[in-house]
């Protein structure tokens, strides 16, 4: 069979005034990617295709998400929201270069699966002029209802204009459509506005097929798939959905999740094999975990790479741009920002290691810290392989401690350390016996202190 064009029409142009949010609706986040970002993924990809984002007036930070998303987006406005059909005209110049399917979806849905569009396409191949994508919902109300005649789609009803029977049916429109491409301008261009509200409808293209005697069909999917997002809470809702399919989808791959519920993960997080992810850990946008890693409870990583065997936490922050090599380990505690740990290298607690490289197999004691910030700008710090820092040491960028280099702890070090050297910065202790007891006296006048009766 010969391969079929498409274009995608995603409409983005609603304003979701009920999200209480100076964020235009569709760019807010679902496992870390906006909610445009989810469908413009699973809309139609390849050769013969082409993708639409149909947005509302001065919403230049949509736009851009879009173009970002899928840099083969094109960009019309919808300058008057004057219904769903308007808005789908308002690309009419793409839709009239020509193609054989027409696909109309939401940039609040994003729930929707590549495989249901290409379920939804399949019916135009057949000469079906409308698709539309219905779900049964578990509570109908104030959804409009598909009326069905056998397996034809005859009419989309909205709940105000439904009879009592048509009330009761459970088939609920989604709102995604599939238009054939070569009949669509025919079809949307005879969509009226007689309506309460004086707005040009998409449901209304089924009536206009049925009197044409073209043919509109249903195709089902689940209700959770097309959940819309308008409040925060459907955000919320949204975001159980798709947590739950990443935390399937892990573990299908063969990610260990000892309590998945607890895990949360970004839509770009990338596995390898053998991964082990324990409770409580929070997993954010550009992340790769590659084979044997484990990551112990209560850590939270985002835009990190974790290498073979590596080990992190419990209790560990990875900020942006941290890197573990093969069996590198960060533990409690423990916060990296710009930082590469390379092959085997350690830090296993209470370390803040920031604008650095850790060479491999060194090791990095507790209570260590890379100063890398002066009050107005950021500097690096360089170790190399085999060294040693001991604990409670402050390393002042910009600096470099050579490979087998020795910190001696409680160290302060301000200049380069060569190779194999070792550097000790502290004070001579001194010892004034009786100091302690004559401190007492002072504060006191001599008074004795009474020790205060244990509750």
């Not at 034809?152 to 009330?167: N, T």
């Not at 910190?407 to 502290?426: K, Q």
Request: proline share 4%.
């Amino acid at each position: 069979m010969t391969a079929r064009s498409s274009l995608t029409i995603v409409l983005a142009a609603g304003e979701g005034t009920r999200m209480r949010s100076s964020l235009p609706k569709v760019l807010h986040p679902v496992a870390h990617q906006t909610l445009l970002a989810h469908v413009l993924a699973a809309a139609p990809k390849g050769t013969g295709t082409s993708l639409v984002v149909v947005i509302g007036p001065n919403h230049q930070a949509v736009a851009e998400e879009a173009r970002r998303s899928r840099p083969d987006a094109l960009t019309f406005v919808q300058a008057e929201r004057l219904g769903t059909a308007h808005a789908v005209l308002a690309a009419r110049e793409a839709i009239a270069r020509g193609v054989d399917d027409l696909l109309i979806a939401f940039g609040d849905t994003p729930l929707i699966s590549a495989e249901t569009f290409a379920r939804l396409r399949e019916p135009l191949a057949r000469g079906t002029a409308i698709a539309g994508l219905g779900f049964r919902a578990a509570d109908p109300s104030g959804y409009g209802r598909f009326i069905v005649e056998g397996d034809r789609l005859v009419a989309i009803r909205e709940e105000a204009d439904a009879s009592e029977a048509e009330r009761k049916i459970d088939l609920c429109n989604a709102g995604l459509m599939a238009i054939d491409g070569r009949r669509a301008l025919e079809i949307l261009g005879q969509i009226g506005n007689a309506n309460s509200k004086s707005e040009y409808y998409l449901t209304d293209a089924v009536g206009i097929v049925r009197e044409k005697g073209w043919e509109s069909v249903v195709i089902e999917t689940s209700e959770d798939e097309v959940r819309g997002i308008n409040t925060k809470a459907q955000l919320a809702e949204a975001e159980s959905v798709m947590q739950a399919r990443l935390r399937k989808a892990a573990m299908e791959a063969g990610v260990t999740l000892v309590a998945p519920e607890t895990v949360f993960l970004s839509a770009d997080t990338v596995f390898g094999k053998d991964v082990t992810i324990e409770p409580f850990v929070v997993i954010g946008p550009g992340i790769s975990i590659a084979d044997g890693a484990v990551i112990h409870s209560f850590s939270h990583i985002v835009q990190s790479s974790i290498g073979k065997n590596a080990s992190v936490g419990p209790f560990s922050r990875m900020r942006p741009g941290s890197s573990l090599g093969e069996g590198a380990k960060i533990g409690n505690f423990v916060e990296t920002k710009a930082a590469t740990l390379e092959a085997g290298a350690k830090a296993n607690h209470l370390a803040y290691i920031g604008d650095a490289i850790v060479g491999a197999k060194s090791n990095i004691g507790a209570g260590t810290i890379t100063c890398n910030y002066d009050g107005f700008g950021k500097h690096k710090t360089v170790i190399g392989q085999g060294a040693f820092v001991g604990t409670n040491s402050s390393l002042v960028a910009p600096v470099k401690i050579g490979n087998g280099a020795y910190i001696g702890s409680g160290s302060v070090i301000t200049r380069d350390v060569p190779d194999d050297a070792m550097a000790l910065e502290r004070n001579q202790q001194t010892i004034r016996e009786g100091g302690a007891a004559r401190y007492r006296e002072m504060k006191t006048g001599g008074k004795t202190l009474e020790k205060k009766p244990e509750k």
